[in-house]
């Protein structure tokens, strides 16, 4: 079984289809990082970014935010 962790969410994930695939960020040293989201969590992730690490971290502050909003 693979499990992934939503880098927007930072929920694991297990199972096929249960994350999408957003992309690597290479390292100075050692291969680097894998991206992955849930296909909702993946939505939130904009387009445009040179870096896949600065696009996750700016869809976690958006689903932070409207986690804020819908808590009592």
Do not use: D
Not at 14 to 41: I, K, Q, R
Request: charged residues 15%; glycine residues 10%; hydrophobic residues 40%.
């Amino acid at each position: 079984m693979i499990v992934h962790m939503c880098r927007v969410c930072e929920e694991t994930n297990a199972g096929l289809g249960a994350t999408v695939y957003l992309g690597h960020e290479e390292a100075a040293s050692g291969p680097g990082w894998a991206y992955w989201a849930h296909p909702g969590c993946a939505e939130l992730v904009p387009p445009g970014f040179a870096s896949v690490a600065v696009a996750c971290a700016q869809a976690r502050a958006v689903y932070l935010q409207s986690r804020r909003q819908k808590s009592p």
